[in-house]
C-alpha cells in the first residue's frame, strides 16, 4: 500500500484530504481535530520514510478512508467499509468498496431452504444501499452472501435526503433493550474499526429510488448476476394514502416482477422517510396501522403472478401489534422480514442534529441485536400457533457468526445483516468458516 500511495503521489497529501474528510459535514473539538491531525502527520512522515509497521494498519485504514483512497485498502486485501459514506448515494451506486474475494466461499454442498429456493448458507443483505444495484449485487453475491434483497425501488424517480446519510453510532457499542427509545449521539466524524462485532450506526437516506427505466434493467442484470444457489428480493415501496397508496405499492411491484423479479418484497417498515409535508418531518413505519398494512398486502397480493413470492418487511412491533398483525398477513404472504433500523433521535455531541433539519433517523448495528431476536422470537412463536407457513427473514445486530447464528436458532430462515456487512464486507465468509458444516436445517449435501 506504501508503494501505491508513493505511486500515486499521495503520501505528502494524506493529512491534508484526511482532515478535509473528517470535518466534511460537521468539525470536532478543536482539541480532537489537533490530535487527528497530529496523528496523520505522523502516519504520513513514516509513510514518506518507509517506517510503518503492522501496528500502523489501524490508522491507515481510518486516514485512507476518509481521504477518498479506500481503494488501495481494497486492493490489497484490507477490510475496509463498504460505502463510501462521504459521497453521495448516485456517487456510491455502481463503486462499491471493501476487498473482493478470488472465490465465493460456499458451506460445500449443502442447502438450505428460503422461500422455495435451495441456497447456500442462508445469509444476506437486506434491502439497503449496499444493493444499490447491479455492481453491488456482483459485489456481495461474489464474497459470499447469498440472500440478499435489493434496495428498495418506487414507481417514480425519488431522490436521496441530504448528506451526510451515514454515520458511525460509535459511542452505541452493546444492545439496547427491545423495542427501547433510543437518544444517540453520533458525530459525523466518529470511527469504528472496520471488523468490529461492536458496531452500530445509524443513516438517514429517506428512501431514494431511481426512476424505472434505469433500475428495471438493473434489476434485470442483477438477478442474472446471483448464482444458483443464490437468492435476490426486490424491495419496492408505494406512496400515497389510502387507495392511492396500495395502488402505488401494486403498480410498483408490477413493475418489479415484470423486470424478473421472482419474490418482492414489501418495505413497510422504513422509519426515516420523510413527509412530503416538510412541517411534518419524517413518517412513522407503515407497519404501525395494521389496516393500511393488510391493505397494501392485500393489493399487491391481487396484483402479482400466483408464482411470485411475498414478503412483508416490518420494524419492530410490540406484542399487541404484532400479535394483531401477522395472523392477517399469514395468507397473503411467504415470508415476513425484520427488523428495519429503530427510529431513534440522533444528534451530534454539540447537541445539533446529526442529519440537519432531521433528528430522527434509523439506527442499526449490535444497539438493536435484542430488539431483533426479540421479533424473530414471537414470529416464529405465531407462526406455530397460526398454522401457517411462512419463512422469516431476520435481521438487526448481525456483526459476527455468533449473533448469526443466534438469530438462525430462533427459527429465522435467513439472516441478513446492513451495518455488519457495512464494517465487515468478509463476514460472510467469516460466517460459511464457522458455520457451513454445523448449522442445522440443510435440507441437501
Not at 56 to 63: E, F, G, I, K
Not at 326 to 349: F, K, M, Y
Amino acid at each position: 500500500m506504501r508503494d501505491e500511495l508513493a505511486r500515486r503521489g499521495q503520501v505528502d497529501d494524506l493529512p491534508t484530504a484526511f482532515l478535509a474528510g473528517v470535518t466534511r459535514f460537521g468539525r470536532p473539538p478543536q482539541a480532537e481535530l489537533d490530535a487527528l491531525a497530529a496523528a496523520a502527520e505522523g502516519l504520513a512522515r513514516r509513510l514518506a520514510t518507509d517506517d510503518v509497521a503492522d501496528d500502523d494498519l489501524p490508522l491507515l485504514t481510518r486516514v485512507l478512508f476518509l481521504s477518498g483512497a479506500a481503494d488501495v485498502l481494497a486492493e490489497a486485501g484490507v477490510l475496509t467499509p463498504a460505502y463510501d459514506v462521504l459521497g453521495s448515494y448516485r456517487d456510491n451506486i455502481d463503486r462499491p468498496l471493501g476487498p473482493r474475494l478470488a472465490e465465493r466461499p460456499v458451506a460445500g454442498g449443502r442447502r438450505w431452504r428460503v422461500l422455495g429456493r435451495d441456497v447456500g448458507l442462508p445469509i444476506g443483505i437486506p434491502a439497503c444501499v449496499l444493493n444499490g444495484g447491479e455492481a453491488w449485487v456482483r459485489h456481495n453475491a461474489g464474497n459470499g452472501w447469498n440472500v440478499l434483497t435489493y434496495k428498495t425501488v418506487r414507481s417514480r424517480a425519488h431522490a436521496p435526503n441530504d448528506r451526510p446519510n451515514w454515520v458511525f453510532a460509535a459511542r452505541e457499542t452493546r444492545s439496547l433493550p427491545a423495542g427501547a427509545a433510543a437518544d444517540v449521539t453520533a458525530d459525523p466524524w466518529d470511527w469504528v474499526p472496520p471488523g468490529s462485532a461492536d458496531v452500530s450506526t445509524v443513516n438517514s437516506f429517506g428512501v431514494p429510488s431511481p426512476a424505472p427505466g434505469e433500475w428495471m434493467p438493473d434489476l434485470e442484470r442483477s438477478l442474472a448476476a446471483v448464482g444458483e444457489d443464490q437468492l435476490l428480493l426486490v424491495s419496492v415501496m408505494g406512496e400515497g394514502d389510502g387507495t392511492a397508496l396500495v395502488e402505488d405499492f401494486a403498480r410498483t411491484a408490477r413493475l418489479a416482477e415484470e423486470a424478473g423479479g421472482t419474490v418482492v418484497e414489501l418495505n413497510l417498515s422504513c422509519p426515516n422517510t420523510l413527509s412530503p409535508s416538510a412541517a411534518a418531518g419524517v413518517k412513522p413505519p407503515l407497519c404501525l396501522d395494521a389496516d393500511a398494512t393488510v391493505a397494501v398486502v392485500e393489493g399487491v397480493r391481487r396484483a402479482l403472478d400466483d408464482r411470485t413470492g411475498l414478503v412483508a418487511k416490518l420494524s419492530w412491533l410490540d406484542e399487541a401489534r404484532l400479535a394483531a398483525l401477522v395472523p392477517r398477513l399469514a395468507p397473503l404472504v411467504d415470508g415476513i422480514a425484520g427488523i428495519n433500523t429503530l427510529q431513534s433521535r440522533v444528534r451530534r455531541s454539540d447537541g445539533e442534529p446529526t442529519f440537519p433539519g432531521r433528528e430522527l433517523a434509523g439506527l442499526s448495528g449490535v444497539a438493536v441485536r435484542d430488539s431483533a431476536l426479540d421479533l424473530t422470537r414471537r414470529l416464529v412463536a405465531l407462526r406455530e400457533a397460526g398454522g401457517r407457513h411462512f419463512d422469516v427473514l431476520a435481521m438487526g445486530g448481525v456483526t459476527d457468526p455468533a449473533s448469526f447464528e443466534a438469530l438462525f436458532a430462533a427459527g429465522a430462515d435467513a439472516v441478513q445483516s446492513a451495518s455488519g456487512a457495512f464494517a465487515d464486507p468478509h463476514l460472510a465468509r467469516d460466517c460459511v468458516a464457522a458455520l457451513g458444516e454445523t448449522l442445522p436445517r440443510a435440507v441437501t449435501r
